[in-house]
């Protein structure tokens, strides 16, 4: 029953701004630190972040038992806890159709079984899923 109201308030929690949404799926792909996380956020959304958008957010998230923190040297390093990761999950969720409206425009049909592909075999100027349906025409 405490794991559950746990589990509740963090699902309560917002997470409202990009910058926000990508620090957790950064930190679904590795461990951070600060500087690391903002300097990948930086090329990745090709803008600007400051500190004050990420370390205020990563508290947060340590309070809430998402993340845990290591030292590496003087460095903090920043790591999704198995909570963190399922709250993570739940926001891809929450939020997949932004990436279906990002991949969609870049989607091909196979020429031969009709399935939607993003990368596929071109053969003959035609687009393919997979190696057998290109050498099945």
Do not use: W
């Not at 993003?118 to 997979?130: A, S």
């Amino acid at each position: 029953m405490l794991q559950e109201k746990e589990e509740e308030r963090v699902t309560e929690m917002r997470v409202g701004s990009l910058v926000k949404i990508f620090i957790l799926f950064l930190l679904l792909e590795r461990p951070f630190h600060g500087y690391g996380l903002m300097k990948e956020l930086k090329a990745r959304i090709k803008g600007n972040v400051n500190p004050g958008q990420i370390y205020p957010f990563l508290s947060e998230l340590r309070k809430r038992g998402l993340i845990s923190v290591s030292r590496d040297g003087r460095k903090k390093v920043y790591s999704l806890t198995e909570k963190g990761e399922r709250f993570v999950s739940s926001q891809l969720e929450r939020f997949g159709f932004l990436v279906e409206l990002a991949l969609k425009p870049r989607l091909k049909v196979c020429s031969h079984c009709g399935c939607r592909v993003l990368d596929g075999f071109v053969k003959n100027g035609r687009v393919y899923c997979c190696r057998y349906c290109a050498e099945s025409l």
